[in-house]
């Protein structure tokens, strides 16, 4: 009650000095006269009054209001406290909502980068699959190319050389019906004329023995030296051409060198007969054992016995190159001399030593 009535009275002093106050500067500042001068020392001292009331009244307080007033204060310093608190927790809680923001938008931009460089990079890798199957694709592709084209070169090639043996095979064959036409034409005329001469002989024995039988000898021994003179006809094989490189040679040299030839003594690597009886002997040279000359006769040509040991001379002309075929291995003749180059051999006669 005394702490209100002490600053009631406080109050109408200041108001009182207030007062005095404004109309001294009225007084001095706008030339106004205030009368009465000394209303402002009364002003200033119930000021000062009024401010030792207010301190006596607050210290003769009772302990009741002190302890409301530290009550008071108490409250208030607690909800400042608490005000404060509430702020620093606020602000505390915005900023970690804030960073808790800023950290999950750090994380779904950190996850947005992986993604976009997980899917970049599977892109990429997707694209280079791609890139290396067509690679792969075209690699096969090209091969399978460059096979069917060597496919299709060696198919051609063989069907040439086919084709080139078959001609040169016709060929041949064909030369050498043509030779046995002309040997059987030449000799049934040699048969003619010893038919026509024996019977010339016949009737001139007849009319004459005596002299048949001088004749007959005589005839003999001209026979003799004709065989002989034949045989010296036939050169030497081996003084005409190189054993070893006569195969090498073109056709038209074998043919230009090749006739009335003597292979003298030459042994038999291999040999066989075929349905038609028709004997075929691959025989080579001492010196020379891989150079094949290749022998297809008949019986009218040679009856007899042939061996591996037997050695054979041949009086005939050469008919150019051939190759080992089929059917001589079908004959008889072992499968590893299969396209062995040979060369083949018109028979004129054939001796064989067993």
């Not at 209001?65 to 409250?75: F, G, L, T, V, Y």
């Not at 009737?203 to 065989?227: I, L, P």
């Amino acid at each position: 009650m005394i702490y209100d009535i002490s600053i009631i009275i406080m109050l109408a002093l200041f108001l009182l000095s207030f007062v005095v106050f404004v109309r001294w500067i009225l007084k001095k500042i706008f030339g106004f006269n205030i009368h009465n001068l000394s209303c402002i020392r009364v002003a200033f001292i119930s000021l000062l009054s009024g401010v030792l009331i207010v301190g006596l009244g607050y210290q003769l307080r009772t302990s009741d209001q002190k302890r409301i007033d530290e009550q008071n204060e108490s409250k208030v310093a607690l909800e400042s406290k608490k005000k404060t608190k509430a702020k620093s927790e606020s602000k505390a809680a915005s900023e970690s909502k804030k960073r808790a923001r800023a950290k999950s938008e750090s994380k779904a931009a950190s996850e947005s980068k992986k993604r976009a460089r997980a899917k970049s990079e599977t892109k990429v890798a997707l694209e280079s699959k791609k890139r290396a199957r067509a690679k792969s694709e075209s690699k096969a592709a090209l091969e399978s190319k460059k096979r069917a084209r060597a496919k299709s070169e060696s198919k051609a090639a063989s069907e040439s050389k086919k084709r080139a043996r078959a001609k040169s095979e016709s060929k041949t064959a064909s030369e050498s019906k043509k030779r046995a036409r002309a040997k059987g034409e030449s000799k049934a005329a040699l048969e003619s004329k010893k038919r026509a001469r024996a019977k010339s002989e016949s009737k001139a024995a007849s009319e004459n023995k005596k002299r048949a039988r001088a004749k007959s000898k005589s005839e003999v021994s001209s026979a003799k030296k004709k065989k002989k003179q034949h045989s010296d006809t036939y050169q030497n094989i081996e003084t005409i051409f190189n054993m070893h490189t006569i195969k090498y040679l073109s056709n038209r040299r074998i043919f230009n060198k090749g006739s009335a030839v003597a292979l003298r003594d030459f042994k038999v690597i291999d040999f066989g007969a075929d349905k038609m009886k028709q004997y075929h002997v691959l025989i080579a040279p001492k010196n020379a054992s891989k150079t094949y000359f290749l022998l297809v006769f008949g019986d009218n040509i040679y009856k007899g016995r042939i061996t591996y040991s037997s050695k054979i001379t041949v009086l005939g002309s050469l008919n150019g190159k051939s190759r080992v075929n089929d059917s001589q291995i079908n004959s008889g003749i072992a499968q590893r001399y299969l396209g062995k180059r040979d060369i083949l051999v018109l028979i004129d006669r054939i001796q064989v030593k067993n």
